[in-house]
């Protein structure tokens, strides 16, 4: 399984953005994609996963302001971020793992790991 993250880019408080991360090759093995995201100086953290049954779960950090979701037909993952905070500045990644389980917050558990998309939010 690859993963292809896209959507990044620098925009003010406030404003929204929608990430993608693209699965190409054995997707059928993907029982669960989360998002993860890491700040300079600090540890990867996670943000948001979904399960094959569309289960979602999200960091309580971004509750309320972030949707993940999925389109099955684009083996696409999306992130949907509002209410965009100076602190949600980080690289964003997305991984997969053939596997859902009660540790899907760890990103030691996903076999399979994209790029990282930098998201930058301005005061």
């Known amino acids: 399984v690859q993963l292809q993250a896209s959507g990044g880019g620098l925009v003010q408080a406030g404003d929204s953005l929608r990430l993608s991360c693209a699965a190409s090759g054995r997707i059928f093995r993907i029982g669960v994609m989360g998002w993860f995201r890491q700040a300079p100086g600090k540890e990867r953290e996670f943000v948001a996963a979904i399960s094959r049954s569309d289960n979602t779960y999200y960091a309580d950090s971004v509750k309320g302001r972030f949707t993940i979701s999925r389109d099955v037909a684009k083996n696409t993952v999306y992130l949907s971020m509002n209410s965009l905070k100076p602190e949600d500045t980080a690289v964003y990644y997305c991984?997969?793992?053939?596997?859902?389980?009660?540790?899907?917050?760890?990103?030691?558990?996903?076999?399979?790991r994209g790029q990282g998309t930098q998201v930058t939010v301005s005061s």
């Open positions: 991984a997969a793992d053939p596997n859902f389980s009660r540790n899907y917050y760890y990103y030691g558990k996903y076999d399979y």
